[in-house]
């Protein structure tokens, strides 16, 4: 016997089924990398939980706007059903409205702030919700909308069931733990690309590294950088504002946040001095960053924006010293004679070579900086390689892609239109996209969750290549060991849950059947 509102194109793999018959029972986690059908599952769940109780509601939050319309695009695929029982809710529906719309629909697509709002208010009732499925959803932590609609949802359903749903938990115990706790789970789900039932749908992925040297004048910029950068270090640490010179940014930002929270209960001037050391240690260090992973050209960019800052005491003061006054005009020099991050040659090289080997190769090259994307696609298209940028909405200043420009670019992407897609981190999580034949990465990132979800983009259907450009002797070494290191410790963490996982299961549809 089949489920009988999904659609008889809809063909799900066993393991899709295997998870689904933990989820229609329990509050469930289910784990599983990019690629290989999460939403899929949730289908699966979402008509087993319709036909048990007719007259009920599901609800699918994701974090943005274009995953939301993705999920209900899938859903409306595959799952019988008029066009108006689905529904993607946003901000710009009139709370009235939605109102109605929650009252005559049956399933429902939207961002958590969204609902939260709307359950806050008494828009939303989440008693007629008989499953709630949560996308991505190892962001449910602390004060994350997810958790407070979960904890909701579970108070007042008579009969809630909860599906989390994630390509990467993350690599530290608490935090997998924290999760489960914010979820309700009862059950984790767990495959890898290892798994005797998901490896046939999975192709070799190769990781590749390369390896390049800071130019001479590169160096000469940095310890110019890094003695002022030292010398803020050592006065936080003789304030006893942080216990040694091993501190990283987000360190830094929580020593500042303290700091001002200090300031504003005191008004002591310590802890103002303090404040204005830990803001240039941190503009500092940024500074740092861009010209040993990224070039001069970028760390222009971010100095000039820096001159143009007179509203900020920190910044002003920073901007008479005599060595950040020599770093800048090393950096004016070098970018006046156009001088490149040597990484910018290899990846020429790479995609060159590929694309020669390959005139329809789809690549992707992730860069952590809209400068640095601008700067890489025009590059491309200076040596005859299509390539467009993609990142997300502007906030402050500058321009932006709208919703609407991302989904064209992915659809142009899709047919070929052209080979690389140059993106920011918008393109890591969830979204749509091809798979590619080449992941690259311009810079190495700290996360082991965001360089899971980068590598995923390849290796789906044919097997894919994933190439870190990494500079020697500089951070993107110790970011690239750091994501390696918490993917491997998320990967032991993970075998744990397993354990015992592998008893005799029965399918979805043994539990139709019945």
Known sequence: MKLKLLDPEFKPRLYQELIA???????????????????????????????KFPESKILMLAPTRPLV???MKVFKKYLIGKDEDFISLTGKIHANDRKILYQNGKIFFA?????????????????????LVVDECHRSMKNYAYTSIVDEYVKTNSDPLVLGLTASPGGIEDKIEEVKKNLHAEAVEIRTEKDADVSPYVQETKVEKVF????????EIKETLEKIYNQKIYDLIRAKVIPSTKISKKELLVAQLELGRI?????????????????????????IELIETQGVSVLTQYLTKLTKDKQSSATRRLLEDYRIKKAIELTEKLNEKRVEHPKLEELLKIVNNEVKKKPNAKIIVFANYRDSVEKIAKSLEKNGIEAREFYGQAKKSGKGLSQKGQIEIINEFELNLFNVLVATSVAEEGLSIPAVDIV??????ASEIRTIQRRGRTGRTEAGRVIFLITKNTRD?????????????MNRILKGLKEGDYKQKKTITDFVRK
């Open 477 to 489: 070494e110790w970011y690239y060991w750091s994501a390696y290191n918490k993917e491997k410790r």
């Open 212 to 219: 390049v040297e800071l130019p001479k004048e590169f160096r």
């Open 21 to 51: 018959s933990t989820a229609i029972k329990k509050n469930t986690i289910c784990i599983l990398p990019t690629g290989l059908g999460k939403t899929h599952v949730s289908i699966l769940v979402a008509a087993y939980r319709l036909e």
């Open 263 to 287: 300031y504003n209960q005191n008004k002591d001037w310590q802890a103002l001095k303090a404040i204005i050391s830990c803001a240039q240690a941190i503009k500092v260090g940024h500074a």
């Open 111 to 131: 961002t958590p702030q969204l609902i939260k709002n709307d359950v806050e208010n008494k828009i939303l009732d989440l008693k007629d919700v008989k499953l």
């Open 69 to 71: 319309n993705q999920h």
């Open 440 to 445: 690259i990465f311009y810079e190495p990132v």
